[in-house]
């Protein structure tokens, strides 16, 4: 089969589903490898599974996909080069605040990041008010007393999450455009293991370790990659602010995979600020303009 070809027979299948059952099913399948990350990371390896996932599916994307690097433009580079920047600050703040909060937490506080997004293009006053209100859900999380469940730092590495997803996203959108089906997402994931690579050399044997431990690792690396790639795909069919709004389900799905999978419990104050982002996140949804998808 010749380099690329895989690529389009995926890319024509892909055309035949609508892109928000595409991005549901990656969020599904993204928060279920979260999940199994959690079981097995602590404080103390949380580069080491960082970069060894992304290194084993970018090496899977790569070994199936071949991307055609040879032939980009100086502006395709430039473009997964933002990118990889982009998926590097993304992927460190959302494992440094999953090794700090709840599954369903982590979640609800980075999207901040995705409905702030959404405001590009915004021209009515209510489309402002849903990220304010989105805000306002996540304060009730700020711990009050010595006793809180969740301190300011675990807070502060949800919001670096946020702020590092949004310029995912809208980097993802950038690159989506310029270079053709997953190349630039494959190059940005290898990127990405390269630079977490330093902070992560002394860690990485412990997922080799055992067994156990190497099916984990394989399994996260599938989980966490090929839904980013999915991803990746229903961007390309939607604008980033749509994009952005259409993740409303995120923090559900994740309360719901952190209760089952790491039997987490949450606070009445956890339950009503998951409650109001993703009302926030609906709102946005159903007052928002139409606008119409990028061309693919």
């Avoid at 933002?82 to 959302?94: D, E, H, I, K, S």
């Avoid at 997803?165 to 455009?177: K, P, Q, T």
């Avoid at 940005?188 to 156990?212: N, Q």
């Amino acid at each position: 089969m010749k380099p690329g070809s895989v690529q389009h027979a995926i890319a024509a299948y892909g055309l035949r589903i609508p892109a928000p059952l595409i991005l549901i099913a990656a969020l599904i399948a993204l928060q279920v490898g979260s999940g199994s990350a959690k079981m097995v990371m602590t404080a103390d390896n949380v580069f080491g599974l960082n970069c060894a996932r992304l290194a084993l599916g970018g090496l899977l994307l790569a070994a199936l996909l071949r991307p055609r690097i040879w032939l980009w433009t100086r502006r395709q580079w430039i473009d997964a080069t933002a990118l990889g920047l982009a998926f590097t600050g993304f992927n460190v703040t959302f494992y440094l605040a999953l090794v700090n909060l709840p599954l369903g937490l982590v979640a609800t506080i980075g999207f901040l990041g995705p409905l702030t997004v959404s405001l590009v293009g915004a021209r009515r006053f209510l489309e402002f008010v849903w990220p304010v209100l989105a805000f306002a859900g996540v304060c009730m999380l700020a711990p009050l007393d010595d006793d809180a469940p969740v301190t300011w730092s675990a807070i502060a590495y949800g919001m670096a999450y946020a702020c590092a997803w949004a310029f995912y996203i809208l980097a993802s959108a950038r690159a989506g455009r310029s270079i053709q089906g997953l190349d630039g997402f494959i190059v940005a994931t290898l990127m990405s293991a390269v630079l977490i690579f330093p902070l992560a050399y002394s860690e990485i044997g412990y997922f080799f370790s055992s067994v156990s431990l190497i099916q984990v690792t394989i399994l996260v690396s599938i989980l966490a990659t090929l839904p980013l790639g999915l991803e990746f795909i229903a961007l390309k069919r939607l604008s980033p602010r749509l994009f952005g709004v259409l993740l409303s389900l995120e923090p559900a799905i994740a309360t719901i995979t952190g209760i089952i999978l790491l039997s987490e419990q949450l606070t009445l104050a956890s339950w009503l600020a998951i409650a109001i982002v993703s009302s926030a996140s609906l709102g946005a949804t159903l007052t928002r303009i139409p606008a119409k998808p990028p061309a693919s």
